[in-house]
């Protein structure tokens, strides 16, 4: 059993930053797969990143050039540093595994809101 716990989400202003952080517990960190997913209201859940076991990222074109995922091994987290934020991007954000084996799972979520 693998638990996500996501932290950094909060209020901020278009053109701002956050990072947000997950840390992992459970086995097979490094050879997961990790994502950041985000939700917002009435909006089906939609992927906004993923790195592979390898360091290998990919990017929904929304936020490309602007998000960058990046995982430390060490710590068993992943991160996602979020510049230039515009009110679009506000949603809960939710960091996901998957394991080789193929079972996933899902942190609680944290809430990102962007003001214009």
């Known amino acids: 059993q693998v638990q996500l716990l996501e932290s950094g989400g909060g209020l901020v202003q278009a053109g701002g930053a956050l990072r947000l952080s997950c840390a992992a517990s459970?086995?097979?960190?490094?050879?997961?797969?990790m994502s950041w997913y985000r939700q917002a209201p009435g909006k089906q859940r939609e992927l906004v990143a993923s790195i592979s076991a390898t360091g290998s990222t990919n990017y929904a074109d929304s936020v490309k050039g602007r998000f960058t995922i990046s995982r430390d091994n060490a710590e068993s987290t992943i991160y996602l540093q979020m510049n230039g934020l515009k009110p679009e991007d506000t949603a809960v954000y939710y960091c996901?595994?998957?394991?080789?084996?193929?079972?996933?799972?899902w942190g609680q979520g944290t809430q990102v809101i962007v003001s214009s």
């Open positions: 996901h595994s998957v394991r080789p084996m193929g079972i996933d799972s």
């Open positions: 459970g086995t097979f960190f490094r050879l997961s797969v």
